[in-house]
């Protein structure tokens, strides 16, 4: 089974910087997509940003421009660089990970959510 650990969650000061990281383990074959989602108080999850293998990424609009991931393939693990940190952002952020088994399984993970808080 495959699972993700998520770090880097926290608080704080708007206009400030967060990255976050998840980190898969298990008997991976390999990972042909990693994503980042987050959940806010009263809204539905969604998509903050997602890493393709093939260099393909996309973004929701509202964190366009200062929301950065990326990828590194060694070690499982996809990073979300979150600048210019508005209250808005403020939400419950979590990993999920699609990929093939080395039993050729194909699967989907999720990992534990992560608070970050952006407030003044």
């Known amino acids: 089974q495959v699972q993700l650990v998520v770090s880097g969650g926290g608080l704080v000061q708007p206009g400030g910087s967060l990255r976050l990281s998840c980190a898969a383990s298990?008997?991976?074959?390999?990972?042909?997509?990693m994503g980042w989602y987050r959940q806010a108080p009263g809204k539905e999850r969604e998509l903050v940003a997602i890493?393709?293998?093939?260099?393909?990424?996309n973004y929701a609009d509202s964190v366009k421009g200062r929301f950065t991931i990326s990828r590194d393939n060694a070690k499982s693990t996809v990073y979300l660089q979150m600048n210019s940190l508005k209250p808005e952002d403020t939400a419950v952020y979590s990993c999920?990970?699609?990929?093939?088994?080395?039993?050729?399984?194909?699967?989907?993970?999720w990992g534990q959510g992560t608070q970050v808080t952006v407030s003044s």
């Open positions: 298990g008997s991976i074959l390999s990972i042909s997509a």
């Open positions: 999920n990970v699609e990929g093939t088994l080395a039993s050729w399984r194909k699967f989907t993970s």
């Open positions: 890493s393709v293998t093939g260099g393909s990424t």
